[in-house]
């Protein structure tokens, strides 16, 4: 039920993105945000240390999603930026607290290292230099995130926490490019749905984790 929500709510969002009806649009992204909490709850969110590390990032990230809601790269921006490295933190901790393994995490962290450098260059001519260090600070966060969630995997974990650490990661990237590249519907009508899927991702992880 809450899947099948937020694909009502995402098209709908998508619309309003294609329509630019900033109305439409806030009140369809805050519903979609609202269904992966919902998901997570539903999948025994706070029944394990895990989930509570889970639920805890998917609120920081929905709390994300309205504090980006006005759009533009002020102040409004920059708190966005810090409620979702926090909700990266989180996931972070979830997958640490799972267990990782030692030898594909440090073999992640020299990967996402490399990946972080060339997405950094490709930014940087464009970013703000009020915005170049909680840019730089979010990107090893992510990176840091991803690096824990392949570690995790290779260390039995379920493949969900992969997917939505490696979608999550990608779909930010949309983002980057319409604040500070090029505003266009196309970077929603990928970034959008590999969001919300890699966000039903980690909260579907919780149901094939008991710890």
């Known amino acids: 039920m809450p899947l099948i929500a937020c694909t009502v709510f995402v098209l709908l969002l998508l619309w309003a993105e294609h329509r630019k009806s900033p109305r439409l649009r806030g009140a369809s992204k805050l519903a979609a945000s609202a269904t992966f909490i919902w998901a997570a709850f539903s999948w025994g969110g706070l029944a394990s240390p895990f989930g509570q590390f889970i639920v805890l990032g998917l609120c920081l990230c929905?709390?994300?999603?309205?504090?980006?809601?006005?759009?533009?790269?002020?102040?409004?921006?920059?708190?966005?930026?810090?409620?979702?490295?926090?909700?990266?933190?989180?996931?972070?901790?979830?997958?640490?607290?799972?267990?990782?393994?030692?030898?594909?995490?440090?073999?992640?962290?020299?990967?996402?290292?490399?990946?972080?450098?060339?997405?950094?260059?490709?930014?940087?001519?464009?970013?703000?230099?009020?915005?170049?260090?909680?840019?730089?600070?979010?990107?090893?966060?992510?990176?840091?995130?991803?690096?824990?969630?392949?570690?995790?995997?290779?260390?039995?974990?379920?493949?969900?926490?992969g997917l939505g650490a490696v979608g999550f990661a990608a779909s930010d990237l949309s983002v980057a490019r319409d604040r500070f590249v090029r505003e266009q519907f196309v970077n929603a009508a990928w970034g959008l749905p590999a969001y919300y899927l890699s966000q039903f991702a980690l909260a579907f992880s919780i149901a094939h984790t008991g710890l």
Not at 83 to 88: E, M, Q, V
Not at 117 to 131: A, D, K, M, Y
């Open 62 to 161: 929905a709390l994300g999603d309205a504090l980006l809601l006005p759009g533009g790269r002020g102040r409004w921006f920059q708190l966005g930026i810090i409620a979702f490295g926090l909700g990266h933190l989180a996931y972070a901790m979830a997958f640490i607290h799972l267990g990782v393994d030692p030898l594909a995490t440090a073999f992640a962290a020299v990967f996402m290292l490399v990946v972080g450098w060339i997405v950094l260059r490709w930014l940087e001519p464009q970013l703000p230099s009020e915005l170049k260090v909680p840019v730089i600070a979010y990107g090893i966060i992510i990176s840091a995130m991803v690096t824990f969630a392949i570690g995790a995997v290779a260390d039995q974990a379920t493949l969900w926490i």
